[in-house]
């Protein structure tokens, strides 16, 4: 026996150890051994009750448990849970035996003060089924208060769930809960033989020390996330949000509650539905009216029920189609009989109003509160057409036939659409994979639970879907969804049509976080995830039948051929249109036969000059039919050829039974016969074919990430202090702007954010309206970051900028002529004179900004007529700026959405940005590889890389001011916005002009917190 299971002398004659008598505390680690350490603080010690560290979780099976902490409510529960525990486990956790806790165990165990020491429980219908808890120590171990950054930590786990990732992920809730509270380390100390709760600390990712000590294996580790630890986290959120989904998707057995006894209604269109698709599993009517003697459903044959407890074997999934206000007592019997999800089909929640949105949140936290998923409510259902499941439990009325095209849509009318609009354009065989077939199919409703995040879960390793296609109309969590998307892209690709884009507020029945992102920011968001974003339902089947069918094109090399020269050249522009390379179209004439067709794609296909095969087909007059055209197109696209296969579709007018020959459809072709996609329009084959060039080559960048660089001359530590003081006042106002000790005069006494954001060009030789820095949202797509926080002043916001290796240009106040030309002196002729007031900002109409002002004479004539024109000098807050060399005029600006995180936005000053939308966008932190693409994806990039003629500038500079800026934001999140403009690239470097930055508490970053499933 161990000493630390062996009995002690001073040990009262009770079953407890001697660290519970009197005034003494537990240790935290109860995986570790008897400690005794300090009384108990006081009840006015103890901090309020911590709502947020509440969470609901997917667990590694699919199920889910609540998160919370232990209150002094939960004393019956811990008794029940400590009940349900082996002795075995029990040993584990206290190292000696321990079969009952006593009064004053559940008494400590139970009252905390949130801070020192805290438990978490994990529980499933209101019963624990895991806890853990934390003591802060010092560095002897004993008991302690802050600053101390140590604690010890321990669980205890029922027997019944483990093995279901329950310790794991209460390991990384208690960590967040911990760092939270300033600890920094854990301690746990756990018996050799408890290699399970050894290999939970392990396998966690964090950086640690093991040593073993008096029989005892001890385990340190920091709390920080790492690289790694962030990996296992998010691998075992795929996995269990995957597993969570598939429960929903591959049932044993349905139960569809709410089927009536007369044809129609919906539970029964489903119940019908079910068994026509040909279901594997077993399937349950259930009617709370179906009469007593009631036991089989006819014609249907069925077993019937009144309730779903009168059914004996096991549930898996439960069609709910009630009345809403029927829908809690289902939803509790389904928890009562350990059903693993619902969907539920009943209207009247979220999409009704206020009543239906709380009728909404309860119906979620109650299946939660069971361990259920929920897809739904107001939902349309879900399909799945694997050989071994055939599962539609959905109110489409057929099984679509199989294939490998995801499907996620959050409205049923447009899930509609798209199911009868994809088995039209030739779906194949019952018994083939067909080229527009689907492997799954969920129709969400009002997405209260299950979400398209949950499907990209699924969906990234799921080995009979190849293509992703969603209809989103909200996006709950933009930055998880980025992160899935970019991950599920690198891998197969994610198409995504997005409705509601120019509401500005999400569908009435999604609880979502609201988000002042732009739709042109999303879109470039999306697409730098590897995304492709269409605008129609129509585009998103039209690329996803492409991308299922066909090989990803190598490069934008498009050759064109067919029997229609007029058709050709539609295409060509068309390829045109969308910046793919057309080779100059080959006609066949209206003349050619199959064989024409054959041997032309034929060469095409070996042709080195071309990476994609467009075939063109008009009505021919003469011999032949639609099935010998598509049989010669489809021989001539499997042949085997000298390099990589290439894409190929086919644009036919007219020639509806070539679309359905080519898809497969009418005899069965030989296995292994490649399906060809085809299009009535040509402008629909080449978007299609171009997404699938675009997605190629991100593909192919993706596989070699880029690199956040390093910087020897950026000072984190220093910038982190700067914050840390300019946050500090109480009143919320920080840094004075007086500049005092900057050493070069800036901001000396004004308090104005001089130079930052005036909006006006200070260059030489332009002249034009800079397009402001106030970081207002515009048509170019940016977003404001705008909120409450502190307005750094310019010497602030230079000294912040000047740790990261960003300087301004120096602007040194005028408030009267003399001081104007005392600047100029300082600085230098020639200088720029412009106000820095901020109803002049974006008003260059007004001639507010004096340029190359050469001498003293001429900068006090401008001053002059400046304060007769706008205002008195305190208006106007004038500031002498010396001028930057030539060069084009840009705007770099970083923004924290509280959903999407910090976003990098890069655009060439004035009208481009703020007129046309010539604005793009990345999300911090960027690479060299995304701050290159920045610079070149904006439409007026060629003008600086030298148009018509002119001399190229310094991108090279430019992207180097990008990546520090990203820099900036990322290590420091308190920068809630940074604009930077003008930014002045010439052909050796570059200027900066104007600067202006934000602070504010950071926002929670939930992507790097432990996992959880939203909240409503």
Not at 292 to 311: C, F, K, N, Q, Y
Not at 629 to 645: F, I, K, N, S, T
């Amino acid at each position: 026996m161990s000493e630390w299971a062996r009995p002690c002398p001073d040990w009262p004659d009770t079953d407890l150890p001697p660290t519970l008598g009197p005034d003494a505390r537990v240790s935290t680690i109860r995986t570790g051994r008897a400690r005794t350490l300090a009384p108990m603080r006081s009840p006015s010690d103890h901090h309020a009750y911590p709502t947020h560290w509440e969470a609901d979780v997917v667990l590694r099976d699919g199920g889910t448990a609540q998160i919370r902490p232990i209150t002094t409510d939960d004393a019956q529960r811990l008794v029940s849970f400590y009940e349900r525990v082996s002795d075995e486990s029990k040993y584990y956790r206290f190292f000696a035996p321990y079969p009952r806790l006593s009064d004053r165990d559940v008494h400590r165990f139970t009252h905390h003060d949130y801070v020192d020491r805290v438990g978490l429980a994990a529980i499933v219908g209101d019963e624990f089924i895991a806890t853990v808890r934390y003591d802060r120590i010092d560095g002897r171990g004993m008991p302690a208060a802050a600053p101390a950054d140590e604690a010890e930590v321990a669980f205890l786990v029922q027997d019944a769930h483990q093995g279901r990732g329950v310790a794991s992920a209460l390991l990384e809730h208690i960590a967040a809960v911990a760092r939270e509270r300033g600890i920094r380390r854990f301690a746990a100390e756990v018996l050799p033989a408890n290699t399970k709760m050894i290999k939970v600390f392990t396998d966690a990712g964090y950086t640690q020390k093991r040593s073993f000590e008096d029989g005892v294996v001890r385990l340190e580790f920091d709390l920080e996330p790492t690289d790694r630890s962030l990996a296992v986290m998010r691998a075992r959120e795929q996995r269990a949000e995957a597993r969570s989904v598939q429960r929903l998707l591959a049932p044993g057995s349905v139960a569809v509650i709410g089927a009536s006894r007369t044809p129609g209604g919906v539970g029964r269109t489903v119940l019908r539905n079910l068994l026509d698709a040909g279901f594997t599993g077993r399937v349950h009517a259930v009617n709370h009216a179906f009469p007593d003697d009631m036991t089989r459903l006819e014609p249907e044959g069925v077993p019937a029920h009144r309730s779903l407890r009168a059914i004996e074997e096991p549930v898996d999934l439960a069609v709910v189609a009630v009345p809403a206000e029927r829908v809690p007592d289902v939803v509790a019997e389904c928890g009562d009989h350990g059903v693993q999800g619902l969907v539920v089909l009943s209207a009247g929640y979220a999409e009704s109003g206020g009543e239906g949105r709380d009728r909404q949140r309860d119906l979620v936290r109650q299946a939660r509160s069971y361990g259920m998923r929920v897809i739904g409510p107001n939902a349309f259902g879900v399909i799945n057409t694997a050989d071994g499941v055939r599962l539609n439990a959905s109110l489409s009325p057929q099984l679509p036939n199989p294939g490998r095209l995801g499907l996620f849509t959050q409205s049923g009318a447009i899930g509609i659409a798209l199911l009868s609009g994809l088995n039209r354009r030739g779906a194949g065989l019952a018994s083939l994979a067909g080229i527009a077939g689907i492997s799954t199919f969920v129709s969400a409703g009002n997405r209260a639970d299950v979400s398209g995040n949950d499907l990209l879960q699924y969906w990234y390793d799921d080995p009979l879907t190849d293509v992703v296609l969603m209809y989103l109309e909200s996006i709950g969590n933009p930055r998880k969804f980025t992160r899935l998307a970019r991950r599920t892209a690198a891998v197969k690709p994610v198409v995504v049509v997005k409705g509601a884009r120019h509401t500005g507020s999400a569908p009435t029945g999604h609880a979502v976080p609201t988000t002042r992102i732009p739709d042109a920011t999303v879109s470039d968001l999306l697409r730098q995830a590897g995304v492709i974003r269409v605008d129609t339902v129509t585009e998103l089947a039209d690329t996803g039948v492409l991308l299922a069918s066909q090989p990803l094109p190598a490069g934008p090399r498009v050759a064109i051929l067919g029997n229609s020269e007029s058709l050709g050249l539609i295409t060509y522009d068309a390829c045109l249109t969308e910046e793919l390379r057309p080779l100059p179209p080959r006609d066949l004439t209206t003349d050619a036969a199959p064989d024409d067709f054959r041997r032309a794609l034929t060469e095409a296909l070996a042709d080195d000059t071309c990476d994609a095969v467009v075939v063109t087909a008009i009505p021919w007059v003469g011999d032949g039919s639609a099935q010998a055209l598509a049989a010669a197109v489809r021989e001539a696209a499997q042949a085997p050829g000298p390099g990589p296969a290439k894409p190929v579709a086919v644009v036919h007018l007219e020639i509806q039974e070539l679309a359905q020959a080519l898809a497969g459809t009418g005899d069965e072709p030989a296995p292994g016969t490649r399906r060809i996609p085809a299009y009535p329009a040509a402008e629909r084959a080449v978007r299609a074919l171009a997404e699938a060039v675009r997605y190629a080559r991100w593909r192919e960048e993706a596989a070699e990430p880029g690199r956040v660089p390093e910087y020897d001359d950026i000072d984190e530590a220093g910038a982190a202090a700067d914050i840390q003081v300019l946050l500090a006042p109480a009143d919320g106002t920080g840094g004075d702007g007086t500049g005092a000790g900057t050493g070069d005069g800036t901001g000396a006494g004004t308090g104005h954010a001089v130079g930052a954001g005036t909006g006006e060009a200070t260059s030489a030789g332009t002249g034009h309206d800079m397009g402001g820095g106030t970081g207002e949202a515009t048509s170019g797509g940016a977003f404001d970051g705008t909120g409450p926080g502190v307005e750094l002043s310019a010497a602030d916001t230079q000294r912040l900028l000047a740790r990261y290796g960003v300087s301004v240009l120096p602007a040194l106040p005028a408030p009267e002529p003399d001081a104007a030309v005392r600047a100029a002196e300082r600085l230098g002729f020639p200088v720029a004179l412009k106000p820095t007031a901020s109803h002049l900002r974006h008003r260059a109409d007004l001639g507010g900004v004096r340029l190359e002002l050469g001498s003293e004479t001429e900068l006090r004539r401008a001053y002059a007529e400046l304060t007769d024109y706008l205002g008195r000098p305190e208006e106007l807050g004038l500031v002498v700026q010396r001028m930057a060399p030539r060069g084009v005029d840009t705007v770099v600006r970083a923004a924290i959405d509280p959903a999407a995180g910090a976003v990098l936005s890069f655009g060439l000053a004035g009208a481009p940005s703020e007129l046309l939308g010539d604005t793009a966008h990345g999300l911090v932190p960027v690479t060299g590889q995304d701050a290159a693409e920045l610079i070149r994806s904006i439409r007026t990039a060629p003008l600086l890389f030298g148009w018509r003629g002119s001399k190229p500038v310094d991108t090279a500079a430019l992207e180097e001011l990008l990546l520090r800026v990203s820099r900036l934001v990322d290590d420091h999140p308190e920068m809630v916005a940074v604009d930077l403009e003008p930014v002045v690239v010439a052909q050796h470097g570059l200027s900066v002009l104007g600067a202006s930055a934000r602070l504010a508490p950071p926002p929670p970053r939930t992507d790097l917190g432990p996992r959880h499933m939203p909240a409503y």
